[in-house]
């Protein structure tokens, strides 16, 4: 499995509570410029609708040799879900008030797939703990080596 982009800020701005791996439906030369790692995920989401996932917002750099073929790089794309998966976030969007963001595109078996999470925005409070956790761990990692060496 080779990650293709990763969403930076998905992780810092939301609490994951469970990851689903999705396909995603492209044209010839969108997998071709995903191959060279021309894709951006930020500010991108995942919304139902009429019973199907459909990725919003995702960059995918039109491909240099593509001329014609290339199509608008911020289109809204398909993903590929079982009807009970689909079914089963659109209740916990729902009701629990979750979100569903991508958090990485990666190449499994020369198939282009993206990793969704369900996801809790975070407060700023929340930030600023998971912020001093990170600290006070680097730190402690620190002492622990200082100690050792």
């Given at each position: 499995m080779k990650v293709v982009a990763r969403n930076r800020k998905a992780r810092h701005d939301y609490?994951?509570?469970?990851?689903?791996?999705?396909?995603?439906?492209?044209?010839?030369?969108?997998?071709?410029?995903?191959?060279?790692?021309?894709?951006?995920?930020?500010?991108?989401?995942?919304?139902?609708?009429?019973?199907?996932?459909?990725?919003?917002?995702?960059?995918?750099?039109?491909?240099?040799q593509g001329n014609r073929f290339n199509v608008d790089p911020t289109r809204t794309?398909?993903?590929?879900?079982?009807?009970?998966?689909?079914?089963?976030?659109?209740?916990?969007?729902?009701?629990?008030?979750?979100?569903?963001?991508?958090?990485?595109?990666?190449?499994r078996n020369g198939f282009a797939k993206v990793e969704i999470g369900l996801a809790r925005g975070k407060k700023l409070y929340d930030k600023r703990q998971t912020a001093a956790k990170r600290d006070a761990d680097r730190e402690l990692r620190r002492k622990v080596k200082e100690r050792y060496q």
């Open positions: 609490q994951i509570e469970e990851t689903y791996e999705a396909g995603i439906v492209l044209t010839g030369t969108e997998i071709k410029s995903i191959r060279q790692g021309r894709v951006n995920l930020q500010d991108s989401y995942v919304r139902i609708d009429r019973g199907e996932a459909l990725l919003i917002g995702m960059h995918i750099s039109p491909f240099e794309r398909k993903l590929l879900l079982h009807r009970k998966e689909i079914d089963k976030l659109y209740g916990q969007i729902k009701m629990k008030g979750l979100t569903l963001i991508p958090l990485d595109v990666h190449l």
